[in-house]
């Protein structure tokens, strides 16, 4: 495979992974790319340690209480591995069925993001799928796996928020005037994935002539790169805004800088960022 040419399907079994493998395989079919299906094994966690009964229960019965709980151990192993390699082949005949030739097909052992950036060096594009975890009543949190790879991978995160993908008709990038939301302009400028779609440069709040300046210059560059865009201004702060913009538009993507802010920044007021992937109900594109 090319130097930073291949669309990683990061697939895990849970509710959004038929979207995550749909979802690559639209995007390598854009971008004329490879395709690659991983799932990545977590150590799992030892069991629970018996404690020292041998003078109550007899000598030697803690070695074969040890002995059962390693076996139990390996197990566990074995099955992982088994509903894992069964997982990949039936979402490579998924993908072959869809029109991706040959996808590769990956099991790693290991923490998620520490498996990616391996994979980095050859990767175009990761996509992911979202699940959330509540934290409180009410109170949703990202899942910190995905925040955890699009804040260390420099390639882009493509995230599904939804158990079912559909093909978006059309984009919206959330757009700040900062150097992140250009940077994430030029990006779309240069790259396939989008080539073709409606865009739409959504910038939130009220802004100044200086941000105002900088969202017809982004319309321009798009336009110059071959895209029809409009923009919109859209009261509100965006963690509000745009998942209700994207919600009235319905089959959307939407494009979104990642983390800009300063690291102590988001520690202290949070991430517009996190917030949008949390919230929002169509895939997020995360350009770095």
């Not at 895990?12 to 799932?39: E, S």
């Amino acid at each position: 495979m090319n130097t930073h040419d291949t669309v990683y399907a990061c697939i895990d079994g849970l509710a959004t992974t038929h979207a995550v493998v749909d979802g690559a395989c639209w995007a390598a079919q854009r971008l004329r790319a490879p395709m690659a299906l991983l799932h990545t094994l977590q150590r799992p966690e030892p069991m629970p340690p018996v404690g020292d009964y041998s003078g109550v229960i007899g000598m030697g019965a803690q070695d074969v209480l040890l002995q059962r709980l390693n076996t139990l151990d390996e197990e566990r192993s074995q099955v992982a591995q088994q509903a894992a390699r069964r997982m990949l082949a039936e979402a490579q005949a998924h993908a072959e069925a869809a029109g991706v030739p040959s996808p590769q097909v990956l099991l790693r052992h290991g923490e998620l993001t520490d498996v990616l950036l391996e994979q980095e060096p050859s990767a175009r594009l990761f996509v992911l799928g979202r699940q959330h975890r509540a934290t409180a009543a009410r109170k949703l949190r990202l899942d910190y796996r995905v925040e955890g790879v699009i804040r260390s991978v420099r390639q882009p995160v493509l995230v599904m928020t939804a158990p079912d993908f559909t093909a978006p008709r059309g984009f919206v990038i959330a757009f700040d005037g900062s150097d992140t939301a250009r940077r994430a302009v030029h990006a779309v400028a240069r790259s396939p994935l989008l080539q073709g779609m409606a865009g739409l440069l959504a910038l939130a709040g009220e802004p100044t002539l200086e941000m105002l300046q900088a969202l017809q210059d982004a319309q321009d560059h798009l336009e110059q790169a071959g895209f029809e865009v409009v923009t919109q201004i859209v009261p509100g702060v965006p963690e509000q805004a745009l998942p209700a913009l994207l919600q009235a538009r319905g089959n959307m993507l939407l494009v979104l800088g990642a983390y800009g802010h300063s690291r102590i920044r988001q520690l202290i007021v949070g991430s517009t960022t996190t917030a949008l992937l949390r919230l929002c109900t169509v895939p997020v594109l995360v350009l770095r």
